[in-house]
């Protein structure tokens, strides 16, 4: 497995972590640079952001942002529909409903996203 650890560039500034460049290209719908970051380890397909304290997965983004095509490839990639993110305890289906991403409710319920999953706030 790759590290995701922040890394140094030649100049000495610290470079984003592969996680969160997934979450980048993920949020901008960039799914060349996410092949590309993914076919390097799959494992970020199900990895947390390292700089947002909300603990989401890439698949969050994608629900949040409505970028069906990331969703898709995360989905082909592993990601879990069942992940939670660490600030609200709630799967992507529920990021895509909250957000109005009706594309991405379909992506995730299609691939077992279970709908009567409950996050803090609707327990």
């Known amino acids: 497995m790759t590290s995701t650890a922040p890394t140094r560039d030649a100049s000495g ?7 969160d460049e997934l979450h980048q290209a993920v ?5 060349a640079r996410m092949r590309k970051l993914l076919d390097e ?7 947390p952001s390292e700089t947002d304290a909300r603990g989401t ?3 969050h983004v994608a629900a949040e942002f409505g970028q069906a095509d ?6 082909a ?6 992940l939670r993110d660490a600030e609200n305890d ?11 991403r009706p ?9 077992g996203s279970e709908p009567s999953q409950r996050n803090k706030s609707t327990a």
């Open 77 to 82: 990639y592993g990601a879990d529909v069942a």
């Open 103 to 111: 594309e991405v409710v379909r992506i995730l319920l299609a691939a």
């Open 27 to 31: 949020k901008r719908g960039d799914t």
């Open 41 to 47: 380890n799959r494992d970020l397909a199900n990895s």
């Open 70 to 75: 990331a969703a898709r490839m995360l989905l």
């Open 90 to 100: 709630a799967i992507a289906l529920c990021w895509a409903a909250f957000f109005g």
């Open 57 to 59: 997965s890439p698949l």
């Open 13 to 19: 500034r610290l470079s984003m972590s592969k996680v």
